[in-house]
C-alpha cells in the first residue's frame, strides 16, 4: 500500500492550503484515513482523522480551522486548512489503517511540508 501526499507549500498568515492523500495498493477497505504533523523538535500529533461513515477526530490546536474530508470510492482523503498560522509549520503525514484479506494495518505517507511564513 502506498500513500501519496500532495498540497503542501509556502503560505503566508491567515492563508489556506489543501492536502490531499490517496492511498492504493492491495485494499479491501480503509476504515480510518487522517493526518498527523511533527514539527521540528516536537513529537507528531494528531490533526484529523475520518472514518469511512464520516466520523470526526480533531486535535485541539486546528478545531475550527482545518476541515477534513474524504471521497471513499477514490480512497482519497483531503485536509483544507484555512486562517494558516506560523505554529502550523510542520511535516505532514497522511495516515491510512487497511484493511486487506486477513490483515489490519496502518501505512503512513511520505509526508509533505507545509510552511506559513511572512
Known amino acids: 500500500v502506498q500513500l501519496q501526499a500532495s498540497g503542501g507549500g509556502l503560505v503566508q498568515p491567515g492563508g489556506s492550503l489543501r492536502l490531499s492523500c490517496v492511498a492504493s495498493?492491495?485494499?479491501?477497505?480503509?476504515?480510518?484515513m487522517g493526518w498527523y504533523r511533527q514539527a521540528p523538535g516536537k513529537e507528531r500529533e494528531l490533526v484529523a482523522t475520518?472514518?469511512?461513515?464520516?466520523?470526526?477526530g480533531k486535535g485541539d490546536s486546528v478545531k475550527d480551522r482545518f476541515t477534513i474530508s474524504r471521497d471513499n470510492a477514490k480512497n482519497t482523503v483531503y485536509l483544507q486548512m484555512n486562517s494558516l498560522k506560523p505554529e502550523d509549520t510542520a511535516v505532514y503525514y497522511c495516515?491510512?489503517?487497511?484493511?486487506?484479506?486477513?490483515?489490519?494495518?496502518?501505512?503512513w505517507g511520505q509526508g509533505t511540508q507545509v510552511t506559513v511564513s511572512s
Open positions: 495516515y491510512a489503517l487497511v484493511i486487506f484479506m486477513a490483515e489490519r494495518r496502518g501505512y
Open positions: 495498493g492491495s485494499i479491501f477497505t480503509i476504515p480510518t
Open positions: 475520518i472514518t469511512q461513515d464520516g466520523s470526526i
